[in-house]
T-cell receptor, first 113, second 114 residues
Framework: AQSVAQPEDQVNVAEGNPLTVKCTYSVSGNPYLFWYVQYPNRGLQFLLKYITGDNLVKGSYGFEAEFNKSQTSFHLKKPSALVSDSALYFCAVRDRNDYKLSFGAGTTVTVRA | DAGVIQSPRHEVTEMGQEVTLRCKPISGHDYLFWYRQTMMRGLELLIYFNNNVPIDDSGMPEDRFSAKMPNASFSTLKIQPSEPRDSAVYFC????????????FGPGTRLTVL
């Protein structure tokens, strides 16, 4: 079985400050990890993924994520948040042998001006 | 590419009525996924297809739900009869056969069952 935990329902930061959204995962084999963002009344948009290789993954809109195998974490980060980053963020995991994605409950990010 | 297309965007129906949601995946994608999103349960995978064949329907809530993919460019999710607890946003997503490829989501259909 595979699962994802996003321990924070909400994250609030000031514009220009660093943004971190936490994610931990559980999977039987080697994980494929993903981050998606959802804006109001829209579908999910892909941000970045970790498959193998460098533990630091860079994605769209200045986001990056760090894979930590020992801590089974894949936290999303952005050095300087923008008001337009306010949205709902989902972490997802799948096992290499399965195309099913398991999503976390989501974290609502609010960036105040 | 137009991306994943879903219709209708909004559907309001009365309990007991049949509801059909439609999805057109991205051309060339081999996998198609149906998800349901609610406040209580988050994002749930209902069923997914590979090359038009259903692979895993373990997430389909009950027999009232059915999904088909008659060809590579079209899929339907049907609820018959509908119930108020089926109210949710239903997303369709597609991906290519590459092992690493991310899923691309449609805009969703917001279903309200009165």
């Amino acid at each position: 079985a595979q699962s994802v935990a996003q321990p924070e329902d909400q994250v609030n930061v000031a514009e220009g400050n660093p943004l971190t959204v936490k994610c931990t995962y559980s999977v039987s084999g080697n994980p494929y990890l993903f981050w998606y963002v959802q804006y109001p009344n829209r579908g999910l948009q892909f941000l970045l993924k970790y498959i193998t290789g460098d533990n630091l993954v860079k994605g769209s809109y200045g986001f990056e994520a760090e894979f930590n195998k020992s801590q089974t974490s894949f936290h999303l980060k952005k050095p300087s948040a923008l008001v337009s980053d306010s949205a709902l963020y989902f972490c997802a995991v799948r096992d290499r042998n399965d195309y099913k994605l398991s999503f976390g409950a989501g974290t609502t990010v609010t960036v105040r001006a | 590419d137009a991306g994943v297309i879903q219709s209708p965007r909004h559907e309001v129906t009365e309990m007991g009525q049949e509801v059909t949601l439609r999805c057109k995946p991205i051309s060339g994608h081999d996998y198609l996924f149906w998800y349901r999103q609610t406040m209580m349960r988050g994002l749930e995978l209902l069923i997914y297809f590979n090359n038009n064949v259903p692979i895993d329907d373990s997430g389909m809530p009950e027999d009232r739900f059915s999904a088909k993919m008659p060809n590579a460019s079209f899929s339907t999710l049907k609820i018959q009869p509908s119930e108020p607890r089926d109210s949710a946003v239903y997303f369709c997503a597609s991906s290519s056969a590459g092992a690493y490829d991310e899923q691309f989501f449609g805009p969703g259909t917001r279903l309200t069952v009165l």
